[in-house]
């Protein structure tokens, strides 16, 4: 099935053997194409749209910031939007007395956070300053993803995506991430798969260890053990590693709670968040440091060795002022831990039992369901099946936009259809996306 085949224009795409309908406009949880068709924004595109469309009080924001001034140089000036984001941001974020840095997406915060990471430890006087070329390796995980930029793909564990392009990466350290489905261990037994690889390539050499809190779209949402976060932040402090918490798809509600990471009540040294920072309307990034690391940087080195020409944009932090104020004044992290629930329970309730489905997580409003040949043995369909995708298309026809991905399992094979709704979803909605979603699955594979 190939829904629309029209090649675009002088445009290309990532996906570049399908069509895409054009939008014409979006209002609340939905999208509706040009011909009138309505879709349910079921995954906020990537896990972006949390307020939901059309949001009057984030346009009016954005356009009387960008009539004030849209454009000020970072070097030169600050505004008003960048100052009070921090300043709210830092009454939410798990860091104590926290500072923000602003760029334009995920990659690039990732990107800055390896850089940040690094020059911490030179101003700890653990880097080359102090007379070696120490704490340069930044330890990531498997089955990760944290962008698309060289140095975020070289602590990123997609093997497909890193392909192309392996000879050019710095590459960096993986460890396996805990994925309690295929890989049943304690917490405390994934966790310390950490302090063997410090171990193995000298702690005098490892600068951060960074990891999504809870999985994002390259294990479905698979959170960890209890005991896992809690070890990490123990092992890092043993041997002077910073702690990276990649929150860019899992922060800011997604999952029930304003950080994933609060789910384990664990502070990192650096957390980076992106997707649903300014709601979608404005590509924003952030990076949140200790003061008192950005403060040792600036008594040794004056500035931090890292910039952009887009970075602290005023009308992209006036976006997501806005969407924050939503974001509380509408009660959504705990509409997010309440509506995840039911959907979590109607998941399980409309396809625990299918022959396919091997297994059902989530936290809040980021859900996976992982599909296999086989539940006894967990075989998963070959990655050449395209299932993911298949099942993608049937619930794009039904009027569903669902968010897929493949090689959970091994690098390779293993396909997930995820859910991640707006955060202001209510129940009927929950309940017709469920719906939707299991005809779609039983349509291309059987009841
Ligand atoms: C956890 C995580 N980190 C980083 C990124 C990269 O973000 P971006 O696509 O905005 O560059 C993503 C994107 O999916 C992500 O899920």
């Known amino acids: 099935m190939n829904l629309y085949k029209h090649p675009h224009g002088r445009v290309f795409y990532r996906k570049m053997n399908h069509g895409r309908p054009q939008i014409s406009h979006a209002d609340g949880i939905y999208l509706y194409d040009q011909n009138g068709k309505r879709y349910i924004d079921g995954s906020g595109g990537p896990l972006v749209v949390n307020v939901g469309h059309g949001r009057s009080e984030i346009v009016h924001a954005m356009a009387t910031q960008a009539y004030r001034a849209a454009y000020v140089h970072a070097l030169m000036f600050t505004s008003q939007p960048v100052e009070q984001l921090s300043a709210e941001l830092a009454e939410v974020v798990p860091m104590t007395d926290a500072r923000f840095f602003y760029l334009s997406s995920g990659s690039e915060v990732v990107e800055g956070a390896i850089k940040l990471a690094r020059q911490i430890q030179q101003a700890r006087g653990e880097g080359y300053r102090s007379g070696s070329s120490g704490r340069h390796l930044i330890i990531g995980r498997w089955q990760s993803y944290h962008g698309m930029t060289l140095g975020a793909l070289a602590v990123s564990g997609r093997p497909g995506l890193r392909a192309p392009y392996l000879e050019m990466l710095r590459d960096m350290p993986h460890i396996a991430p805990p994925y309690?489905?295929?890989?049943?261990?304690?917490?405390?037994?994934?966790?310390?798969?950490?302090?063997?690889?410090?171990?193995?390539?000298?702690?005098?050499?490892?600068?951060?260890?960074?990891?999504?809190?809870?999985?994002?779209?390259?294990?479905?949402?698979?959170?960890?053990?209890?005991?896992?976060?809690?070890?990490?932040?123990?092992?890092?402090?043993?041997?002077?590693?910073?702690?990276?918490?990649?929150?860019?798809?899992?922060?800011?509600?997604?999952?029930?709670?304003?950080?994933?990471?609060?789910?384990?009540?664990?502070?990192?040294?650096?957390?980076?968040?992106?997707?649903?920072?300014?709601?979608?309307?404005?590509?924003?990034?952030?990076?949140?440091?200790?003061?008192?690391?950005?403060?040792?940087?600036?008594?040794?080195?004056?500035?931090?060795?890292?910039?952009?020409?887009?970075?602290?944009?005023?009308?992209?932090?006036?976006?997501?002022?806005?969407?924050?104020?939503?974001?509380?004044?509408?009660?959504?992290?705990?509409?997010?831990?309440?509506?995840?629930?039911?959907?979590?329970?109607?998941?399980?309730?409309?396809?625990?039992?299918?022959?396919?489905?091997?297994?059902?997580?989530?936290?809040?409003?980021?859900?996976?369901?992982?599909?296999?040949?086989?539940r006894e043995t967990k075989r998963p369909f070959p990655a050449a099946d395209h299932l993911d995708w298949r099942i993608w298309e049937r619930a794009f026809a039904l009027g569903l936009v669902v968010y897929h991905s493949q090689g959970c399992a091994d690098g390779r094979d293993g396909d997930i259809i995820m859910l991640g709704p707006p955060l202001i979803v209510d129940e009927m909605q929950v309940t017709e996306m469920v719906r939707l979603l299991t005809q779609a699955i039983k349509a291309e594979i059987g009841d």
């Not at 050499?205 to 479905?220: D, H, K, R, T, Y």
């Open 180 to 374: 309690a489905y295929r890989d049943p261990v304690s917490g405390t037994e994934a966790a310390d798969r950490l302090e063997a690889a410090i171990l193995e390539h000298g702690p005098e050499n490892v600068a951060a260890f960074i990891a999504e809190p809870i999985s994002g779209a390259s294990l479905g949402a698979a959170a960890p053990p209890d005991d896992y976060w809690p070890r990490i932040r123990q092992i890092c402090d043993r041997y002077g590693v910073l702690l990276i918490a990649d929150e860019v798809l899992v922060g800011l509600g997604r999952t029930g709670k304003w950080w994933g990471i609060d789910h384990w009540q664990v502070q990192p040294d650096i957390l980076v968040t992106s997707k649903g920072l300014a709601g979608g309307y404005f590509p924003l990034g952030l990076i949140a440091a200790k003061h008192d690391d950005v403060e040792l940087i600036r008594q040794k080195f004056g500035d931090w060795n890292h910039g952009g020409t887009f970075s602290h944009h005023a009308v992209g932090c006036a976006a997501a002022l806005a969407t924050l104020h939503i974001i509380q004044r509408e009660g959504l992290v705990e509409n997010a831990a309440r509506m995840g629930e039911l959907m979590g329970r109607l998941l399980r309730q409309s396809l625990a039992d299918h022959p396919n489905v091997g297994d059902i997580r989530g936290r809040g409003l980021f859900w996976g369901i992982e599909l296999v040949q086989d």
